[in-house]
């Protein structure tokens, strides 16, 4: 299976309502929008623009996920972001935004 039909499985299997053809799509869920983007092709990561959302999530395969993340944290976007890495039919989340601190 091809890595873009992966991430838009793996986010569908979420509860995310999956929007768009290709390498960059959008998945919706609730209140929340994701940004979703397949390995990049170029160097260039997305601008965080008013247009571009503030979650941005990047799907990758296991060669490819050190090089990227050093490459967000390096550029700091602007955005939160993470990679989740695809290896054959498992994934896993690499690299998610810090969330909500609770106390027990």
Request: glycine share 8%; hydrophobic share 40%; with cysteine.
């Amino acid at each position: 299976m091809r890595l873009v039909e992966q991430a838009r499985s793996i986010f569908a299997d979420l509860g995310y309502t999956v929007e768009g053809t290709g390498p960059a799509f959008r998945a919706e869920r609730a209140w929340k929008v994701v940004h979703v983007n397949t390995v990049l092709e170029n160097e260039t990561l997305p601008p965080a623009s008013a247009g571009s959302g503030q979650f941005h999530c990047f799907v990758a395969h296991p060669d490819d996920a050190d090089d990227l993340e050093a490459r967000l944290e390096r550029q700091n976007p602007g955005y939160e972001w993470a990679i989740i890495v695809v290896d054959g039919e498992d994934y896993q989340v690499e690299r998610a935004p810090p969330g909500p601190r609770v106390s027990a």
